[in-house]
Each structure stands twice: as structure tokens, then as C-alpha cells.
């Protein structure tokens, strides 16, 4: 598939989020639906820049997979 730089910001979010419980997290994979198109941020980001990017609640899950599963959901 294709990357997106707000596909990345997400993913890289998301990982970093992961991350916080004090666990090395290797990737992080985002719907790519759940993102709105990309766009150009001048400054620094805010709460409803985010939310613009990712509008959805939904919630974060943290698993441990093979890296043949993890290159088959790729």
C-alpha cells in the first residue's frame, strides 16, 4: 500500500502511545480510512489539528505478533 506523511504521524503517535507503559513497541499500524487527507501544518500542532487528522475514538491495542504475521498485515 501507500504511506502518507499524516499516516506516519499517526502511526508514529500511536507507537510512542504504546510505548508509555514502559515496553519497547517495534511498530504501530493505522487504518489508513481513518485518516483525512494530508495536509500542511505551519506551526506547532494543536489538540483540534490532531483530531482534524484522526477523527475517531477508537482505542488503542497493544499485541505481540510473529514478524510473518506482522509482514502479512502489511
Do not use: C
Not at 515496553?23 to 481513518?34: E, H, M, Q
Request: no cysteine.
Amino acid at each position: 500500500g501507500m504511506e502518507a506523511s499524516a499516516g506516519d504521524l499517526v502511526a508514529d503517535a500511536f507507537r510512542w502511545q504504546a510505548a508509555q507503559g514502559g515496553k519497547p513497541v517495534d511498530a504501530a499500524l493505522v487504518n489508513g480510512g481513518s485518516i483525512r487527507p494530508d495536509r500542511t501544518f505551519r506551526d506547532a500542532l494543536s489538540r483540534a489539528d490532531l483530531y482534524e487528522l484522526h477523527p475517531f475514538d477508537g482505542g488503542l491495542v497493544r499485541a505481540t505478533v510473529s514478524g510473518k504475521t506482522l509482514w502479512a498485515l502489511l
